[in-house]
């Protein structure tokens, strides 16, 4: 007796089943999954782009060319005395 009889799960399942219909059941059933599977696949998208910045920092050859464009533009705003 209580939530664990076996007739208590019976009959609420019987009350689901007459109250949405098994047809509704597995339409809801599907929309979870397909839920999960985005949810999932977003999951896998941020995992790829936490891993792309730190690919940038092993090269640095692209920071190096960045700060020697910088001086190059520093250099050239400076007045020459002379």
């Known amino acids: 007796m209580g939530a664990t009889s076996i007739w208590h799960w019976v009959i609420l399942l019987l009350i689901v089943v007459l ?3 098994r047809g509704k059941i597995s339409e809801i059933m599907g929309d979870v999954a397909k839920g999960i599977k ?3 696949k977003g999951m896998s998208e941020d995992e790829d782009t936490a ?3 730190d690919e940038a920092k092993k090269d640095p050859k692209v ?3 960045g700060n020697a ?4 533009a ?3 705003e400076k007045p020459k005395v002379g």
């Open 38 to 40: 985005s949810f999932k």
């Open 63 to 65: 920071i190096e060319q």
């Open 74 to 76: 520093q250099a050239a």
């Open 69 to 72: 464009a910088a001086q190059a």
């Open 51 to 53: 891993k792309k910045p």
């Open 19 to 21: 109250l949405f219909g």
